[in-house]
């Protein structure tokens, strides 16, 4: 394909990101008749973790006419979620079908690299024009009111685009965030990560074919993902307290995933006989968030507004649930020519609730909920903990939760603090999302 040139100084909205947020937001503004560019600074395909989607995703999915191209795909199936505690005991599997009998309870585990292109593609059909190897060298204002950016593209040439409003999907570099100070940090979740690719690893069948199984190590000083992948891969990390999991270890990090699988005997079963056909991956898993989701003229989207521990696989359907969110106050905006933050960002309180939802399960986790003793205690809650696995954040009906849950807290024990409840911690260097791809690895 032949990289499309820059022809126009002035759109109506650059994206900055071609990930599955940036992907989009620009699909769903395109649909909608605003001209559309998207400056992504890698060429596709290229690596990335977070292969789980949730049943949420479907909605924002098939606004994007990407339910068919899912079909098609040779992605697995995933139907259910499972968890096993640090003794090896396993919850029975979530079922999504059992909470909600429609065709969104069934949905995928992706190979990124795979997907990501298929959604930025996905945009080029709908009519945004997106460009790849660009890298957006700043980001231009007048005053506190974004107007456009300058952006180098593939051939070296550089341009200023001016545009009526910027989309920061970049990523956790987010370059609002950083130059807008606008990200502080979760005071609770400060965690790290381990993962490789197996193939020949264990894989279930028929109903579990495509389940994500979270499993605690036996310390419970963390957990396993467990993710079943297309052409007989698994997709198997750690995640674990950063200092835990990186400092004071003798050996690299295939020797640290190692011990630590020794330590879970789910993941050392499904393991036996299987080979890794990548190097080592890891990662400073920090949860962060940003104070807002957009000022005059700028709107932030996926992880350049936030980041929350993979635990529930969260990740994938807050990248789409923002652009969608986004995207429509976006369009909107444009057409009462007020780029004002209240008008481009009035979603975002929304955003945060459902959020602050999915958080609260990840910290009870941490600190000791056991999902098959809360469905004995209160059987008639299975649907409303259901419904939060499946990323069903964004309605009052998953509060009714919150207190059955505490009151199997052991004595002493509190409700986790939110997320802004304590000053914003600071690092040293600026990295702390920083992913370290060992050499010669490929996926």
């Known amino acids: 394909m032949i990289a499309p040139t820059v022809q126009e100084s002035e759109t109506d909205v650059v994206v900055i990101g071609g990930g599955p947020a940036g992907a989009t937001t620009a699909t769903l503004m395109a649909q909608q008749g605003l001209r559309v560019q998207v400056f992504e600074r890698e060429k596709f395909p290229r690596f990335h973790v977070g292969e789980s989607l949730i049943p949420e995703t479907y909605w924002v999915l098939e606004r994007l006419n990407m339910i068919p191209k899912m079909r098609k795909s040779a992605f697995v199936k995933k139907r259910s979620v499972q968890f096993v505690s640090h003794n090896g005991k396993a919850s029975a599997p979530f079922y999504f079908k059992d909470n909600k009998d429609h065709e969104s309870s069934q949905t995928w585990q992706v190979v990124r690299s795979e997907f990501d292109q298929m959604m930025l593609e996905n945009a080029r059909e709908h009519g945004a024009v997106a460009h790849e190897g660009a890298r957006v060298m700043d980001i231009l204002f007048d005053g506190d009111r974004a107007t456009g950016i300058r952006v180098r593209l593939e051939d070296g040439s550089e341009h200023q685009i001016n545009a009526r409003v910027v989309v920061d999907a970049s990523g956790q570099s987010g370059m609002l965030m950083n130059r807008l100070k606008l990200r502080k ?212 009906k998953v509060d009714d939760v919150w207190g059955p849950m505490e009151s199997l807290y052991p004595e002493g024990r509190t409700a986790p603090p939110a997320w802004d409840s304590e000053p914003n911690r600071e690092f040293a260097v600026d990295k702390s999302n920083e992913l370290h791809v060992p050499q010669g690895s490929s996926i």
């Open 185 to 396: 940090w979760d005071p609770q979740l400060n965690k790290g990560a381990i993962w490789s690719y197996f193939e020949g690893a264990h894989q279930d069948t028929g109903m579990d074919e495509g389940a994500t199984v979270i499993l605690q190590t036996e310390d419970r000083q963390g957990w396993f993902w467990w993710i079943p992948l297309h052409g007989n891969r698994a997709s198997v990390g750690i995640v674990a307290p950063f200092e835990y999991l990186f400092k004071g270890r003798s050996g690299d990090h295939e020797q640290t995933f190692r011990e630590e699988a020794e330590r879970c005997v789910g993941v050392k079963e499904r393991l036996e006989g299987s080979q890794a056909v990548t190097g080592y991956y890891a990662t400073r898993d920090f949860s962060y968030r940003c104070t807002k989701v957009a000022g005059p003229g700028w709107v932030l989207v996926g992880d350049a507004f936030g980041f929350l521990d993979p635990l529930y696989s969260s990740g994938l359907l807050l990248a789409l649930k923002s652009g969608e969110l986004a995207a429509d106050a976006i369009v909107q905006a444009v057409r009462n020519d007020d780029l004002s933050e209240q008008s481009l960002g009035h979603w975002g309180e929304n955003l945060s609730k459902g959020i602050d939802r999915i958080r609260r399960l990840v910290c009870e986790f941490y600190d000791g909920f056991n999902f098959g003793k809360f469905v004995r205690e209160y059987p008639h809650l299975r649907g409303r903990i259901t419904d939060l696995l499946i990323g069903d954040l964004f309605e009052d």
